[in-house]
């Protein structure tokens, strides 16, 4: 059993770090929207809406893994 809660803990820590690279790519993906904004590539609107599909992107992915964690924590716990 507390072998199970270690590999537990371990998984969340992959979920975890899962989550921080996804944040990064999220902030270089606004960084790289923002600069086209500025550049005068991209409008306003545009700028917003980009970001706004990005941040949508990432919330699904982030429940995606969240979702992955819970069903292989249960599969770990399972007897």
Same mark, same amino acid.
């Given at each position: 059993a507390e072998r199970r809660? *270690?590999?537990? %803990?371990? &998984?969340? =820590?992959?979920? *975890?770090?899962? %989550?921080? &690279?996804? =944040?990064?790519?999220?902030?270089d993906a606004i960084d790289k929207v923002k600069k086209q904004e500025k550049?005068?590539?991209?409008?306003?609107?545009?700028?917003?809406?980009?970001?706004?599909?990005?941040?949508?992107l990432t919330d699904r992915y982030i429940v995606e893994l969240e979702k992955s964690l819970a069903d292989k924590e249960a599969d770990i716990l399972k007897v």
């Open positions: 809660k *270690e590999f537990c %803990k371990l &998984a969340a =820590r992959y979920a *975890e770090d899962g %989550k921080v &690279a996804l =944040r990064n790519i999220r902030r550049d005068g590539d991209l409008s306003e609107d545009q700028s917003r809406e980009e970001q706004e599909k990005v941040q949508k």
